[in-house]
């Protein structure tokens, strides 16, 4: 039982360069999300997916971009790394309006 | 907009004793309410969740009862155990699917 897999665990980046952290779900979930989670901030929504094919701003959206790619695969690029975006990073996914979602492991980012 | 507020840690408690972590929300419409749970390390895991006003929550000795009247679902648990030293938050599912957190309350129990 995979859940929701993320890509990769940790990665440096210089600033300016750019990364895609990669999502997956197997649990055939309508709704997708990306948030960030920082000392002292809790956890804040950067993007959501909703259903295939749509997309939403959440809280923290710039300096970032989503692609919902299918059903099973919700992407989350930085075009140009700062050091502000430093952060662990976390997918995750559920399923009608009242259910829970699923996380991921998280992505561990540090932008040098 | 949706908002959920909890307690600022960080809490730290001795094995055994009660543990109330609390948190209020703001929304619109009639809310899902949830704990979730984060071991160092790790993702987060649903501890508890309650979907109506009255709902009590219960998972692993920890409860929260949904308070409409109150817009609280605070955390409670009678005797922690230092395997319960994690960080605890308290979220919301309105109707928009924007899943909505507070900003964590960091545990530690003592043996």
């Known amino acids: 039982n995979a859940g929701v897999t993320q890509t990769p665990k940790f990665q440096v980046l210089k600033t300016g360069q750019s990364m895609t952290l990669q999502c997956a779900q197997d649990m055939n979930h309508n709704s997708m999300y990306w948030y960030r989670q920082d000392p002292g901030m809790g956890l804040r929504l950067i993007y959501y997916?909703?259903?295939?094919?749509?997309?939403d701003k959440g809280e923290v959206p710039n300096g970032y971009n989503v692609s919902r790619l299918n059903k099973r695969e919700f992407s989350l690029r930085l075009e140009s790394a700062a050091p502000s975006q430093t952060s662990v990073y976390f997918c995750?996914?559920?399923?009608?309006?009242?259910?829970?979602?699923?996380f991921g492991q998280g992505t561990r980012l540090t932008v040098v | 907009g949706d908002s959920v507020t909890q307690m600022e840690g960080p809490v730290t408690l001795s094995e055994e004793a009660f543990l109330t972590i609390n948190c209020t929300y703001t929304a619109t419409g009639y809310p899902s309410l949830f704990w979730y749970v984060q071991y160092p390390g790790e993702g987060l895991q649903l501890l508890l969740k309650?979907?109506?006003?009255?709902d009590k929550g219960s998972n692993k000795g920890f409860e929260a009862t949904y308070r409409k009247e109150t817009t609280s679902f605070h955390l409670e648990k009678g005797s922690v155990q230092v395997s319960d030293s994690a960080v605890y938050f308290c979220a919301l599912i309105p109707s928009n699917y924007k899943l909505t957190f507070g900003k964590g309350t960091l545990l530690t129990v003592n043996p």
């Open positions: 995750a996914s559920k399923e009608g309006s009242n259910t829970e979602a699923f």
């Open positions: 309650a979907t109506k006003a009255d």
């Open positions: 997916s909703a259903s295939e094919g749509t997309t």
